[in-house]
């Protein structure tokens, strides 16, 4: 069985980019949820997709947007990058239904 | 008020300490209770999942929760430098968009051999 994946691991992009984030789903997982965990702090929910939709979503802006494609896995798109926009975005996974999700390692990203 | 509330620590301790982590919460609809395990710059691992008030146990880790005091709680008997971590407490919904887990800050456990 094959955990969840992320790509890339490190990432270093400029104010006002745009980055483009990538999950790959665990092996029978359908749904995947990001998260952005700033250093020191416990994850923050971003949204969560479902079917190739998004199904709900945190306290973040539309900046954030992302993609679920027909094989579950997801991307993560961000806008007009920010220097606060700077920590380490976390995908999970689960199927629907279950209640516990799994986690990738992350992606790291620092804006400058 | 925050929705969930943790001491982020840190905590250091002997090996072979007993390790008491503890968080509360807010919002009473609340109805699954992680805990996760973060090592550093590595994504967080589920360690313990409950869903009723009460006590599970899973080898030296045992998770309680009192929902009537809103107080989840994580033991880890004879503790060990690998488990030298940040521990999450996540709780979480159900049905739809409330499978969000909300988590609280994280506590940072050193375990000196």
């Known amino acids: 069985e094959t955990g969840v994946t992320q790509s890339p691991t490190h990432l270093i992009k400029t104010r006002g980019q745009q980055v483009t984030l990538r999950c790959s789903s665990q092996s029978g997982h359908n749904t995947v949820s990001w998260y952005q965990q700033a250093l020191g702090q416990g994850p923050q929910f971003i949204f969560q997709?479902?079917?190739?939709?998004?199904?709900g979503r945190g306290n973040f802006p539309p900046r954030f947007s992302g993609l679920q494609f027909p094989n579950y896995s997801s991307e993560l798109n961000v806008n007009a990058l920010e220097l606060d926009d700077s920590a380490l975005y976390l995908c999970?996974?689960?199927?629907?239904?279950?209640?516990?999700?799994?986690f990738g390692p992350g992606t790291r990203l620092l804006v400058l | 008020q925050k929705e969930v509330e943790q001491d982020p620590g840190p905590l250091s301790v002997p090996e072979g300490a007993i390790v008491s982590l503890n968080c509360t919460y807010s919002?009473?609809?609340?109805?699954?209770f992680m805990w996760y395990r973060q090592y550093s710059r590595k994504g967080p691992e589920l360690l313990m999942y409950t869903y009723s008030s009460g006590n599970k146990e899973d080898g030296r880790f045992t998770a309680q929760v009192d929902k009537s005091s809103k107080y989840i709680s994580l033991f880890i008997r004879d503790s060990q430098p690998s488990d030298s971590a940040t521990y999450l407490c996540a709780i979480q919904g159900s049905g739809g968009s409330n499978y969000k887990l909300t988590f609280g800050k994280g506590t940072l456990l050193t375990v000196n051999p």
């Open positions: 997709y479902y079917r190739e939709e998004e199904n």
């Open positions: 919002n009473s609809a609340f109805q699954y």
């Open positions: 999970a996974s689960r199927n629907q239904g279950a209640e516990t999700q799994y």
